[in-house]
């Protein structure tokens, strides 16, 4: 998801499908979305394979389910994936905990250096 305008954009790709026809469809709560939804065509890979993008510019409210249907010739049953809002937050906190990892192997390290350096100055005294 991205910032774009006024509402949040959600985004469904599919890449590496043939043969060429392809739906990518929006729903919420299992309802077909028609507005705000933005499409490209199928485009060619150049190696037999083709890809889409979807965007949807809408602000999912509370308790809302919005999935990305796509339905394509080599699937026996549309394929649906459920947008999981909790995504970005995992992120964050991933990151947050590198950063305290990294912080305390570098305060660690300057820690030591001070050490070796103050025990470097007894034995020159």
Request: glycine content about 8%.
């Amino acid at each position: 998801m991205r910032a774009g305008g006024r509402h949040p954009v959600l985004m469904c790709s599919a890449y590496e499908f043939y043969p060429q026809h392809i739906k990518v469809s929006w729903l919420r709560d299992g309802k077909l979305m028609t507005s705000e939804v933005t499409s490209t065509m199928e485009l060619a890979d150049g190696d037999w394979y083709y890809q889409i993008h979807s965007e949807l510019e809408y602000s999912p409210k509370s308790g809302e389910k919005i999935s990305c249907m796509v339905e394509h010739a080599s699937f026996n049953k549309p394929m649906i994936y459920d947008w999981d809002p909790s995504l970005p937050e995992r992120n964050k906190i991933a990151i947050g905990a590198s950063g305290l990892v990294l912080g305390l192997i570098i305060a660690a390290a300057g820690l030591i250096d001070y050490r070796m350096k103050l025990a470097g100055q007894w034995i020159l005294e």
